[in-house]
């Protein structure tokens, strides 16, 4: 048996691996028949190359000096096997050899996806008094992505190689140095065409100039330019430059915006008019619906509302395994918060941060610094909760120049996956889970703007304090929310007299009660979450075989309120029908409290094996002294296999719901 690299998207020399290290027949294994056609594609692409980047399957190891780094890369190529192996994750359409960027998740997936997302929902509605939940449709009034911005701005730079036009995100083209060959065009001699197509090519240090000419000459032989002749040859030293294709060295297009949303066409017309889009987040639904849960859920400012749901972007580049696909789902919370005006106006001062940490529960006088550090800390203590330490996540600050325009401050929470970049220290710099961005008042203004309906609160305690305030205060607050909306509104297009007449409007109403709620937007993907819980749990450790060796245990070491299956319950023999019948009664006994996997195939080794490599936390193993067979004090008594440890404990039937309940809930 051979272990095959499967290179999952389209980019073999830079893309990122997987392998298919199942012990399978390459003729006849999907995940090889996959990575054959994207050498076949990229060989064809690259015939006239010199030299010919692959011409076959080669087993992985001959191929893992091309990554960038080979532990890392060797352990996400077993963690990736591990999820086909086991059905947590499948590439979608695999029979038709693959969809880039869509992932299926196998019957161990979708468990680990529904208890990921359960905890979160738990974590944030059923364990709360101030969140809501909402469950909108995936399709929307197309205006929704005007008013968001994402129609006009929600978009990668992208390039395309002149030569094979394969397309990569500009941004992700690593900088290259070396000498670049510059052409004016080429001729033919014998048929009398011509190009004045200028073009060059990039050749790393130590190449010949024959390889940049053999490029070039395939450009203009593109153009109809069969006998080339190649005119005006020039050279430059140039450095760190990403004007060229990393994989072929010729010359990118220039960067261009590409819009991530995917359309389609809502009713029997597919015309302009009839263009919608699949949603590329499912915080917009949030917004539009405000005004509504607002006014049926009884909740007051500051309060929030939830959504977990399908997003699609049509990214340039998927990659990383499920990191970033084009199909994924997103758990975000907008969390509705007076603006400090109004708090001030209330309580007569605005909290602010003291230090780094949780502040602690929500008091009433917290501005939306204080309602962000304390949704960031929220949510670094939910991931610690199901298992993530903190020393595996990272809180990134984003800097001035990387914040959305309306963006007050946004905190990613990265998690440090094995394909992460290092720092200089070499340590792992993480990839992003979730953002928790303060957001102020852009995405309910700009659904005002655009609907032409109220997105305003009334806050009674506002009204009531207002009164109350001494002029001076009055007029330092109504002009300081003056003053935000007004930039507001200019900043978003609004002629200065018209933004000026709207500000005072809003700035009057704000002492009546009225506010536009400002927001904090914590928001996660599962698909990411899950791929790191993946990692995160992944272990090799030495246990002993069926005959007392020693091998290499691979052990999935999910904390156990996700794992997606929480114990196994295995009668010692098969063949024995009162062994069976009692593991059955086992079974029946834990099956309405969590999920249990019932197995009487195999030696009982075997079958703690696969459980390790499952997550499972427990095993339960009904043997003769259940039966009572060696006397009547073990007589209704199992035995209880920690996954992790592997220690073993005796203990009464009876104790076990409660006993498991207490580690999984
Ligand atoms: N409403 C804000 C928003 O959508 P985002 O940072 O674009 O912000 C939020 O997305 C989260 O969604 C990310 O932190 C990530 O976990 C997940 N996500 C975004 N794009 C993704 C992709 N292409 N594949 C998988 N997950 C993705």
Not at 485 to 492: A, D, G, I
Request: charged content about 30%; glycine content about 6%; aromatic content about 10%.
């Amino acid at each position: 048996m051979v272990k095959f690299l499967a290179l999952f998207d389209h980019e073999p020399r830079v893309g990122r691996v997987a392998g298919c290290a199942v012990n399978c027949v390459p003729n006849s294994c999907p995940f090889v028949k996959f990575v054959s056609s994207q050498l076949a594609t990229f060989n064809s692409q690259h015939a006239t190359t010199s030299p010919p980047f692959l011409t076959s399957l080669l087993p992985f190891r001959t191929l893992l000096p091309l990554m960038a780094d080979a532990k890392t890369t060797e352990l996400m190529e077993k963690i990736v096997s591990l999820c086909k192996r086991r059905g947590f994750i499948f590439q979608s359409s695999e029979i038709y050899g693959g969809l880039n960027g869509f992932w299926d998740y196998g019957p161990l997936g979708a468990e680990l996806k529904r208890n990921i997302k359960e905890a979160w929902w738990r974590s944030m509605t059923l364990l709360r008094d101030d969140v809501v939940g909402l469950e909108a449709t995936i399709i929307m009034h197309p205006k929704i992505w005007e008013a968001s911005g994402h129609t006009s701005t929600f978009s990668d730079l992208m390039v395309d190689c002149l030569l094979t036009k394969k397309r990569f995100r500009a941004d992700q083209v690593e900088p290259q140095s070396g000498i670049a060959y510059f052409y004016t065009g080429a001729t033919d001699g014998a048929s009398g065409k011509e190009s004045k197509d200028s073009f060059s090519v990039l050749l790393p240090p130590g190449k010949p100039p024959e390889s940049a000419r053999k490029v070039a000459k395939q450009f203009y032989q593109q153009r109809g330019v069969e006998n080339t002749t190649l005119i005006g040859e020039r050279t430059e030293q140039v450095k760190d430059t990403i004007r060229y294709n990393p994989e072929n060295g010729s010359l990118l297009t220039e960067p261009r915006p590409f819009n991530l949303m995917l359309k389609t066409y809502v009713g029997p017309v597919e015309s302009e008019d009839n263009k919608s889009y699949l949603r590329p987040e499912t915080a917009q639904a949030i917004f539009a619906q405000f005004k509504n849960v607002l006014e049926v859920s009884r909740q007051k400012v500051p309060f929030g509302i939830c959504q977990i749901g399908k997003a699609f972007r049509n990214e340039i580049n998927p990659r990383n395994f499920t990191f970033r696909s084009r199909e994924f789902e997103q758990m975000e919370l907008e969390f509705f918060i007076r603006p400090d005006e109004a708090v001030e106006a209330i309580y007569g001062n605005v909290a602010t941060p003291s230090g780094p940490g949780h502040p602690g529960e929500p008091q009433p006088n917290w501005g939306w610094q204080m309602w962000h550090q304390y949704w960031v800390e929220e949510r670094f203590r939910f991931y610690e909760n199901i298992g993530l330490p903190r020393t595996s996540l990272v809180e990134y600050w984003q800097k001035s120049d990387e914040l959305a325009h309306y963006a007050r401050a946004t905190v990613d929470i990265l998690y440090k996956f094995p394909f992460s970049k290092r720092d200089e220290k070499g340590e792992l710099m993480g990839e992003e889970l979730e953002g928790v961005a303060a957001r102020s008042d852009f995405d309910l203004s700009q659904h005002q703007r655009f609907s032409g309906k109220q997105m305003t609160a009334f806050d009674e305690e506002l009204k009531a304090a207002w009164p109350k305030l001494d002029d001076a205060k009055k007029t330092a607050l109504s002009q300081r929310y003056f003053e935000s909306r007004k930039k507001y509104l200019v900043k978003v297009g609004e002629p200065e007299a018209k933004a000026e007449k709207q500000a005072k409007e809003e700035s009057d109403a704000l002492t009546k009660g009225y506010y536009i709620p400002h927001v904090i937007e914590p928001s996660a993907g599962v698909d990411r979450l899950a791929l790191a819980l993946i990692c995160n749990a992944y272990g090799e450790d030495q246990a002993p075989d069926e005959k007392g060796k020693m091998e290499t245990r691979v052990v999935m070491k999910f904390h156990p309120r996700i794992a997606p299956v929480k114990v196994a319950v295995f009668p010692l023999l098969k063949n024995k029908p009162e062994l069976v019948k009692k593991a059955k009664e086992v079974r029946d006994l834990l099956r309405p409290h969590m999920s249990v996997f019932y197995d009487e195939a195999g030696a009982i080794g075997r079958r703690y094996r696969r459980q390790d490599e499952a997550g499972t936390p427990f095993g339960v193993t009904i043997d003769f002294d259940t039966l009572g067979e060696k006397g009547p004090e073990l007589q209704e008594t199992v035995t209880l296999r920690e996954r992790d440890s592997m220690k073993q404990e005796r203990l009464k039937i009876a104790d076990l719901p409660q006993r498991l309940l207490a580690t999984i809930r």
